[in-house]
């Protein structure tokens, strides 16, 4: 297993490398670091920004240059703040990281009972309800279900029964002044998490659904009904087990998405987390942000390959074989 | 200076000196160039009580809060943190219905400002009450520290005004004497865009280190508490303020990018107050009704949208073609889409926005839709339709590109409503949405346009028409693509009035060039004023206070006086 995971770290950094090349190539293609100051109509600065940033150099060397920068911790400053850039996505990484653990979690543990009960009682009316409402969850719209989250449980409930204060919070994960896990936060938190887990559990329980009828139509899993083995041991200990491998895939996957991906929940919820800093940068044409962002963000969707690669083989032995 | 043309409220003082003495004190209210002014719809409770907290939204958050650097130029982090903290020289208040910079209590009398030969000599004499947060006097140092960081620092957001600073005296701590080279009309704004900053405790040190992150120091009725970026300010009062206390214990500013997520949390009560900018989605929660929610709309705000020809190119080198667009559309028909649910329909008819009403006049008000006029100017100039319907002459037809920034509803439905309105004149408009860096950065200063919607603001009451259309000021390569007459309005009449505006010391001479200036720009139409956008303040049962819009310093600028609805 050692050698297992060994080996895909050691694959997972040639594909960093080339991912942090095209995306440099990419963002410099794109955007003028400069714009910002050409504003400013300062000729000495500028000329003084392109000899630091070597933007007179070809654009492999300019590369290097970046990549020794980016890997001694040197990331730069933000043309928007002024602020070290590492600094940044430092402190938008953990806002982020809260409300994805939070919505994958729960997302995980609701598409997982949805995908076994779907299963098991396929095609009756609760199995086609959830069928129906994870369609609808798949159409909706993220903003437009946070709205509707908003106004249904803290707007309306405020109004209508003349509360001093809304049952649920929407604006940040604390209140001024508040700090750590506490029912402050568990207020601000349930509908941002809400809205972010709800296209998550309607894809993953369909196809989590799809696996376990797999698993369930199995050799196996036939074998051990002959046997009389207890239909809940059945599920739980043969199908469910043989069902996941593919289902961590998926969430490893999504879960990278979601580093990088938050973008209108943060929006909406007003959480200073990775999707508002990429949105605040993109309109300020900050691309001393924009790029390690965008790197941050392939690291993250590398290492979650690799955690779903070891957690496939944990799984399965049979793949730590290959 | 002071003005600049953004995308979103960004804070632009810019470019060009604005001249002479300004003692517009007398000046009567011509507001007649202005849109349609709406007073505001509720009355405030004016009755608080001490104590208390208020939560405010901010649509957006400041990058930076190191005033005078190029970081700052959010004018949220002016209206939440630069207003409460900073001492100034001039406020912006409303004397006679007319916008006016009047001598701040940081100053003990107006100072005096007079010619000595060829150089202008302003003395300040400073309160001698005026202290720092920390106890210590606020000095002629403070001054003298503040002009040499604007006038000599790299970074500067703007420097206008100061670089003609020669020489700054402090023959006693409250007496501060600064010699400008030449005379400078709008020298009010020394001191008073930027504020005065803290010698003692920034000389020596890094000054943008110690305050882009939020300072601890205060020279206002407020000292900041905490900044937790992407997240809120908090204020809270300054013990050691002078003047009056505030009532409240604390404000704090709650960053709501998204506008529909911050009018529920204004219903919700997550929120007291918010100051949305009039963009659609705005409008039309407005619209939709805020029950227990009082309002105030003023529409006399420094914010001016226009439409902006660039005069060196195909077809706006021909005077006839922009004539003809300007009797092409219909302005106030534009203005009554936009604003018309605020009780605001029409136009404005000068470059001189509301809050420098006194300068300007209404001359453009000429321009109202004629087509058979329109017909007129475009054949007598030679133009014939082609089969398209498409004024066309010497192989090339009336057709040109649009640039308008990227992400903003209001300023989509503006230029598809020219687009419309042109279309049925006989001209053909292409619409590009651009960023704002590549517009102000690069295309705008290169003259790579033919057209553009945007906006200039005017963040204090002296006329700035030279910074937009003295060919002084038309950016080129020999001059390092500085200056902001984008527009490449190159008219010597015009040119010679917008200098007398800046230098003349006889305030009634000086409003007199303006006005001409005005004719001009209308007679000669290098660009189409379209609208100014109003302004709109939303509060809560639970505010009370003096509340209003102070178009320059923003809804919150006597946020002292606000409290907890008595």
Known sequence: ?322 | MQRSQVSQPQRRRLVRAAAVLIATLTVAAVSACSATSVKPTDTPNASVTDGGELVIGAEQEPDCADWIATCAGSIWGSYIMQVPTMPVAFETRLVDDVWTPVASDLLSEEPEAVMQGDKQVITYRLNPEAVWSDGTSITSADFAYTAKQIRDSDDIFDKTGYTGIESIETPDPQTAIVTLGSSYAGWRSLFSVYGVLPAHLLEGNDRAAIMKDGYDFSGGPWKIESWNRGTSVTLVPNENYWGEKPHLDKVTFMFLPDTAAAFQALKSGQVDALYPSAQLDALKQIEAGLPGISSSIDARSGNLEALWFNNSVAPFDSKAVRTAIAYSLDRDAIVKRLFGELGIDSAQQSFNTPIVGAFGSDDFSEYTIDLDQVDEIMTEDGWKRNADGVWAKDGETASFTLETLAGNKRRDLTVQVIQSQLQEAGFEMDIKSVTPADLFGTIAPEGDFQAGLWAIVDTFPEPTLSASFSSTNIPSEANGYSGINFFRADIPELDGLLAQVDNELDQDARVAASVEADHVIAEEVPSIPIDTVPNVLLWSQKVGGPLSINPVEGPFWNLAAWGLAG
Request: proline share 5%; with cysteine; net charge positive.
């Open chain 1, 1 to 322: 297993m050692f050698t297992f995971i060994i080996r895909r770290v050691l694959y997972s950094i040639p594909v960093i490398l080339v991912a942090s090349f095209v995306l440099f190539w990419a963002v410099r293609s794109t955007f003028d670091p400069l714009a910002k100051l050409r504003q400013a109509q300062d000729p000495t600065a500028v000329a003084r920004e392109i000899e630091r940033l070597g933007l007179d150099r070809s654009i492999l060397e300019q590369y290097f240059l970046w990549l020794r920068s980016f890997v001694t911790g040197d990331w730069g400053t933000s043309s928007r703040t002024g602020s070290p850039v590492l600094q940044l996505i430092g402190e938008a990484l953990w806002p982020t990281i809260q409300l994805a653990f939070w919505g994958l979690l729960v997302a995980v543990i609701v598409a997982g009972l949805v995908s076994v009960y779907s299963a098991v009682r396929r095609y009756s009316l609760g199995d086609n309800l959830l069928t129906g409402a994870a369609y609808l969850g798949i159409a909706m719209p993220a903003f437009w279900f946070g709205l509707i989250l908003i106004q249904t449980f803290a707007v309306w409930p405020k109004q209508q029964f003349g509360l001093a204060e809304p049952p649920l919070y929407f604006i940040g994960l604390h209140s001024p002044g508040q700090d750590g896990f506490d029912l402050d936060y568990i207020r601000h938190l349930v509908l941002p998490v809400a809205a972010l887990m709800i296209a998550l559990v309607a894809t993953w329980s369909r196809f989590g659904r799809a696996a376990m009828l797999d698993a369930m139509s199995s050799d196996y899993v036939r074998t051990a009904r002959a046997k009389g083995v207890p239909r809940r041991q059945i599920i739980w200990r043969h199908a469910v087990r043989n069902s996941l491998a593919p289902f961590v895939t998926v969430v490893a996957l999504d879960a990278a998405v979601l580093i990088g991906g938050l973008v209108v929940t943060e929006q909406i919820f007003a959480i200073p987390g990775m999707g508002r800093l990429f949105l605040d940068s993109l309109v300020a044409g900050d691309v001393f942000v924009l790029l390690p962002w965008m790197i941050v963000v392939a690291i993250a969707v590398v290492i979650c390959n690799l955690l779903a690669d070891i957690g496939y083989a944990l799984l399965d032995p049979r793949v730590r074989l290959r």
